[in-house]
């Protein structure tokens, strides 16, 4: 079976502290995973996406992921918060075709 | 580039009448398109996968005379919300996949639907 789970429905970090947002998957593929970001009232944003090149992957506003299939995780992480990441992000694995899996999303909030 | 648009991003209309929403990818070809509808503070719920010329796909106890979905063209995908109740007031998300095979889902930026 294929699923999603974020371990944190919400994540509360001071500015300038680091940012860790946790997602694991469950895949009989070799998935491709992405993490997305959503303000309030927009559509998501993809922030970056794993697809079986480097495990670390990099993506937009200093956000970045690294692939662990022996743990099947796909965390995200962000040096240095900025009060402009807080928002809603969601863990997305494609398994095949067009089968995509949402996590439950977590809430993250910036505290000056 | 990948940029997806919705329209109109924020629509009101009375009990019983039908609402068209249009979601177009406006620098790239999506053969497949996909519909959400999002709950206060939820996820994503997958309501249906389009592909252009041909019929959608409904996910599990979505009504599809209810819910429209047209994809006529590689730009352009339609959702009409018929006969719409309070309780189909929402927000509304579109997504597209590149025609390239890209896996990458590029998302709209929404259309809230108060019904009243």
């Known amino acids: 079976a294929q699923s999603v789970t974020q371990l944190d429905s919400h994540v509360s970090v001071s500015e300038g502290t680091p940012v860790l947002l946790r997602c694991n998957y469950s895949?009989?593929?070799?998935?491709?995973l992405f993490w997305y970001v959503q303000h309030p009232n927009k559509g998501l944003q993809l922030l970056l996406k794993y697809t079986s090149a480097a495990t670390l992957v990099k993506g937009i506003n200093g956000f970045e992921a690294e692939f662990k299939k022996s743990e099947t995780s796909f965390h995200l992480t962000k040096p240095s918060a900025h009060m402009s990441d807080a928002a809603e992000y969601f863990c997305v694995v494609r398994v095949t075709g067009n089968q995509f899996y949402f996590g439950t999303g977590t809430s993250l909030t910036v505290i000056p | 580039g990948a940029v997806v648009s919705q329209h109109p991003s924020r629509v009101i209309c009375k009990s019983g009448t039908s609402v068209k929403i249009e979601c177009r990818s406006l620098?790239?070809?999506?053969?497949?398109m996909f519909w959400y509808r999002q709950f206060p503070k939820k996820s994503l719920m997958l309501m249906a996968t389009?592909?252009?010329?041909?019929?959608?796909?409904?996910e599990q106890g979505v009504e599809k005379d209810k819910f429209l979905i047209n994809h006529a063209s590689l730009t352009l995908s339609t959702l009409t919300v018929t006969s719409a109740h309070p309780e189909d007031s929402s927000f509304y998300i579109c997504?597209?996949?590149?025609?390239?095979?890209?896996?990458?889902?590029?998302f709209g930026p929404g259309t809230r639907l108060t019904v009243l």
């Open positions: 620098d790239f070809q999506a053969t497949t």
């Open positions: 895949s009989s593929y070799s998935p491709s």
């Open positions: 997504s597209a996949r590149p025609s390239t095979g890209s896996d990458t889902q590029y």
């Open positions: 389009s592909n252009e010329g041909s019929k959608a796909t409904y």
